[in-house]
Structures are given as C-alpha cells and as structure tokens.
C-alpha cells in the first residue's frame, strides 16, 4: 500500500502504537497465566467483531461533508489527545520515562480443558475496545486527511511492529516507556485536532498546514513547562539552586 | 438487557471522550463556539482555541 502522506503515517502509527500496547500486553499477559489457545481464540473473535463494525462505521463517516467531518473529528480528536496530554505530563512528573508496570491475574480455577472463558473474555475485551480506538484514530486521520491508504499503513505497521515484538520479548514489552509515547502522542492528537476543529469552522490558519508544526512546537511546550511545574512541586527541593 | 448494553455504549464513549475531567470537553466546546462567533463577526480567531485549552490544561493539572 502506497504512503502518500508520511505525517499521518507516523502520527497514526504512533498513535495506534499506544493502543496496540495496550491490547498486546493484555493478550501477553492472559496468555502467559491462563493459557495461549482461549486467549488467541478470544483475540480472534475481537478481530473478527472490529472489522464488521469498522465496515459499518467507515461507510457512515463518508457520507459525512467535509467540514462537518473535520469540525466534528477534530473536536473529538482534541479532546482525547488534551487527556493523553494531561495523563501523560503527570505520569512524567511523577515516574520520569518508566515502564508500564506489571500486569497480573490469578491462576486459580483455569480449566484443564475446554474454552477458558475468563482467558476469552478478556482477551476479546482487550482486542475489541484497543482495536476500536485504533479503528477511530485511523478513520479520523485518513478521512479528515484525504489519505486513508496513509492511515491504515500507520496502523497496520504499528500492529505488526507492536505485536511482533511483544511475543518475541514477552518480559520486556511490559516495561515501554508508555508515558513518555503518551505525551508525544497526545501532542500530535491535540495540534490535528485543534487544526482541523478550527478549520471546519471555515477559520483560516496563517500559513495553511505549515500551523500544524507551529501547533506541535507550542503543545510540546506547554507540555514541557507543565512537567517541570509538577516536578517543582511534587519534589520542591529541585527548584532550589545547590548551595555550598 | 437493551439499556443495559446502551448503558455501557454511552459509558464507553463518555470515557472515551470526555474522560475523568469534563471541564476539558467543556473548555473545547466554549472555545470553539467563541471561535465561531468571532469569525462571523470578521475577526481573526485562529489563536484562541489554543490558548484556551492550553490554559485549561494547565488549570486541570493544578486541580488534581
């Protein structure tokens, strides 16, 4: 599939990356309690029941005008990126560039055989709402962007990326700096969104997308000063110049 | 068994959404409006969305 537009290929891969994350260590993390056949039987199911209802969803979003399109996504994408932005500034504040942390579950009452239904459910669960969102970012960027070739290469690479280095480094994928990918992210939903919600209002932006940039230089701020603040205040000492 | 299913959707899309601090979505929504205002009364409007959810951001964090 050609890439047309390279920065909704990145954004969209970094922005299902985190998605795609979240649904591998969840499958990972099932699968290495409870067992692999029900967790990739439940994963399976949740694929099938995501691309019924991206089908659906996909073919309702294009009867949708343009403007209406980019007012409407934009809004939405700016206000999840604004919530990634602010989980994202106080997870660094508060933990630096850490890891996800451990996921857990209890091994008791696993049947011997047959479907796991507790290993299915959560497995499908995992796929399906993850899957969903990823579905989300890659309808809102390819149509708004009039590139969702661009888009479904972002996320189809960020799949494969994702997944492949989660069942070749189990242990290790639990530890991605999630934080640190968040805010980046965050940051790139936020400037899109922010554009393309003003832009549907018929509003011009100085320099057309060149903005986009500018909207990224100044979320990126924010979100530094923002980070530096809570540290200050979280660890107060660290505002104070070494003496002696 | 119908509610309880559309209960779930619009809990699913109201944390999507509007997440722990509606004030966000709310900010948004204002300035937006604002921004529309302005616009039909002819003047440059571009910036005030980004201020103003920059702000909110800001005022969001200090609340937690």
């Known amino acids: 599939m050609a890439v047309s537009n390279p920065s909704v290929f990145v954004t969209t891969f970094l922005a299902s990356a985190v998605e795609v994350i979240e649904m591998v260590i969840i499958i990972v993390g099932v699968g290495t309690v409870r067992g692999w056949r029900s967790t990739w039987l439940g994963a ?27 007012l409407v996504i934009g809004s939405l994408l700016l206000v999840f990126g604004l919530q990634w932005l602010r989980k994202g500034i106080r997870r660094v504040a508060a933990h630096g560039l850490r890891g996800m942390g451990d996921w857990s579950a209890s091994a008791e009452g696993i049947p011997t055989h047959g479907v796991d239904w507790t290993a299915f459910l959560l497995s499908f669960k995992g796929v399906l709402l993850e899957g969903l969102e990823v579905a989300f970012i890659v309808v809102s960027f390819g149509l708004t962007a009039q590139a969702l070739g661009s888009a479904v290469a972002g996320a189809a690479a960020a799949f494969v990326v994702i997944a492949v280095a989660g069942v070749a480094t189990r242990n290790v994928v639990q530890r991605i700096p999630r934080s640190a990918l968040q805010l980046l992210v965050g940051t790139l939903l936020s400037s899109f969104g922010t554009f393309w919600a003003v832009e549907g209002l018929g509003v011009a932006w100085p320099a057309d997308e060149i903005a986009i940039l500018a909207l990224i230089g100044w979320y990126a701020l924010a979100a530094a000063g923002y980070t530096t603040l809570l540290r200050r205040r979280a660890h107060p000492l660290l505002a104070q110049p070494s003496q002696g | 068994m119908i509610l309880r299913w559309l209960e779930g959707f619009g809990r699913f899309w109201y944390d999507f959404i509007i997440g722990d601090d509606w004030t966000i979505a709310a900010t948004v929504a204002a300035a937006l409006t604002a921004t529309w205002l302005l616009h039909l009364a002819g003047l440059d409007a571009w910036w005030l969305l980004p201020f103003a959810v920059v702000i909110e951001v800001g005022l969001s964090l200090r609340s937690d």
């Open chain 1, 44 to 70: 399976g199911a949740g694929l099938a029941v995501l691309a019924v209802l991206v089908l659906v969803f996909g073919t309702a979003l294009q009867a949708v005008p343009i403007d209406t399109l980019r």
